[in-house]
């Protein structure tokens, strides 16, 4: 006899302007957006900026670094999170924006981070043992808003599997 399916829900939040966000996160945004030009992008001209705020109130981004050989290719999300912990290690990342612009075609949706991002967010939120917001929008259109990088990657590795 077959066992029932497993369901697994995920829920975010869908804002449709900079205007529904608070403060602090329409900041983060920005500085997120800010990034996209500093993105080195000449392969797939995909541009990435990706922000993130610590706990002292620090703002940091970064941007995403292509390599001709495409698995060398550095992800904003993960650079400007090993800034963050090599330049602040004893600070806590509270939230993480990221955005994207593609020169050739608007984006008007969200861009979920790669799957090797998303496992180094849920590492770095074990890491600190708190969550991380993560904020995610296009050029333009929603922004969406999660609680915490495990929402992204629901059956994650972690370190309690060593």
């Not at 329409?26 to 610590?54: C, I, M, T, W």
């Not at 650079?79 to 993480?96: I, R």
């Not at 590492?123 to 808003?145: F, H, T």
């Amino acid at each position: 006899m077959a066992k029932p399916d497993k369901k697994m829900e995920i829920n975010w939040q869908a804002h449709a302007s900079l205007e529904e966000l608070s403060t602090a996160q329409q900041l983060l945004l920005q500085a997120a957006v800010e990034a996209l030009d500093k993105a080195y992008a000449p392969y797939s001209n995909f541009h990435v900026g990706a922000a993130v705020r610590l706990n002292t109130g620090e703002i940091l981004n970064g941007a995403n670094f292509e390599n001709a050989a495409y698995p060398m290719c550095l992800c904003a999300e993960r650079s400007t999170l090993a800034s963050a912990v090599s330049n602040y290690p004893n600070s806590v990342v509270e939230a993480m924006a990221i955005t994207v612009r593609n020169p050739e075609k608007p984006i008007d949706q969200p861009a979920a981070p790669c799957g090797a991002c998303r496992q180094v967010l849920v590492e770095a939120e074990g890491r600190q043992s708190a969550d991380i917001e993560i904020l995610m929008r296009g050029e333009s259109g929603p922004i969406y808003i999660l609680s915490n990088a495990k929402l992204l990657l629901p059956f994650y590795f972690s370190g309690s599997f060593l």
